[in-house]
């Protein structure tokens, strides 16, 4: 009887506490919160991950043996990450983990959570986003020709159809790197740097303001990214310096359809526009495809997930997200060179273990990727 008047005057004092700290005119705060944009100066690694805030942020998604068990698969990727980054002598690491809502885990190893990185490649999903804006607006089409916008831009072909915004989004213009026409726009994958820059030059056009400005007057301003930055040197391919503090907020943007904290970055039908096919697929089971900017794998009909790298000299990382699963992450680092068989070596862990941490919390059926042998690239890649 003892045990249980105990019991009893337990909970009651913990639901009173939960009261007085969270009652109706004291609102709980965003989990967030919990993992603010300065660091402590007590914690200048950004390392201060609680069992509590994970608790608090899956406590309506997860019940408490699964969020027990996140919680060992996290500190045992903690202990990982250092031990791994010291052992390939990567110099910086840091790491963010999200859902659609909260900042579930982060890390810096040897940096503050805050260090921005030259992010070379993840400028493009930038820009994808400002072009997907301006349609939105009403200043671009995506399925108008480039030329419209930029005339003479892309040569002229004289059987071909003209290349798109939307081709240019998808790389799928048939212009190679050296701005020869290799094949019909629309038909065939090649990663295009140039194509990007023709975009950056785009929303210049149509905006009427230099990208840079653009990005941080409908980007980072509407994000609250203060440890974000872009000059008169950036590009649509590359030149965006940010933080794993700020794309952390960029994820959970996408997770949520668009909308960060209740303010809309892109429309639903601009989101959905991004998962589009640009290229004929064949069918099979497992196919990997570029949709507007991202790299998508999809598994029986379904978006398994997107990503993005970002690899230069003094820059490593990649975002990856997972809209079925309402989960995503980010590592950024800067080793000396992202060719170095060392980096190599760190990248392929530190993907293959974030994967199977998201697939943990997001109950992803396909915990591993190394069986899964996706067609469609084989297919249009030239």
Not at 80 to 100: F, H, K, M, P, S
Not at 186 to 207: D, E, K
Request: one cysteine or more; a positive charge; charged letters at 20%.
């Amino acid at each position: 009887r003892l045990q249980i008047v105990c019991l009893a005057l337990f909970v009651m004092l913990s639901s009173l506490q939960c009261q007085l700290k969270y009652g109706p005119d004291r609102p709980r705060p965003e989990t967030m919160s919990l993992y603010p944009d300065t660091i402590p100066e007590s914690d200048a690694t950004g390392h201060y991950y609680r069992f509590e805030n994970l608790t608090w942020a899956l406590e309506d998604r997860a019940e408490p043996e699964k969020i027990r068990k996140i919680d060992e698969e996290i500190r045992r990727f903690d202990d990982w990450i250092e031990q791994t980054a010291r052992i390939y002598g990567i110099q910086t690491v840091t790491v963010a983990l999200v859902n659609d809502r909260n900042v579930l885990y982060q890390r810096a190893v040897h940096a503050s959570i805050q260090k921005q990185y030259p992010v070379v490649s993840f400028t493009k999903p930038w820009v994808a986003l400002a072009i997907l804006q301006l349609a939105e607006k009403g200043k671009l089409n995506l399925d108008e020709p480039i030329n419209t916008y930029l005339p003479g831009i892309i040569a002229y072909h004289p059987t071909w159809p003209q290349v798109t915004v939307r081709h240019l989004l998808t790389h799928t213009s048939g212009v190679s790197e050296g701005g020869f026409r290799n094949a019909p726009p629309g038909t065939r994958f090649a990663y295009s740097n140039n194509g990007y820059r023709m975009l950056g030059r785009l929303v210049a056009v149509v905006s009427g303001m230099p990208l840079h400005r653009y990005l941080q007057e409908f980007l980072m301003k509407p994000m609250d990214m203060q440890n974000s930055s872009a000059d008169y040197k950036t590009d649509g391919a590359a030149g965006l310096w940010t933080s794993t503090v700020d794309m952390r907020k960029f994820l959970i943007m996408l997770l949520d359809h668009g909308i960060y904290r209740g303010h809309r970055i892109i429309s639903e039908e601009s989101y959905q526009e991004m998962f589009g096919t640009p290229a004929p697929r064949p069918q099979c089971p497992y196919v990997e495809y570029r949709g507007i900017s991202w790299r998508i794998w999809n598994a029986n009909g379904k978006n398994l997930f997107l990503n993005h790298a970002a690899l230069w000299y003094g820059m490593g990382g990649t975002m990856q997200w997972y809209p079925e699963y309402g989960v995503g992450w980010i590592f950024m680092s800067n080793p000396q060179s992202h060719n170095h068989p060392a980096f190599r070596a760190f990248y392929l862990q530190v993907r293959a273990r974030l994967h199977s941490l998201a697939a943990t919390i997001g109950d992803i059926p396909y915990r591993s990727l190394t069986y899964l042998h996706p067609c469609y690239y084989q297919t249009v890649n030239w």
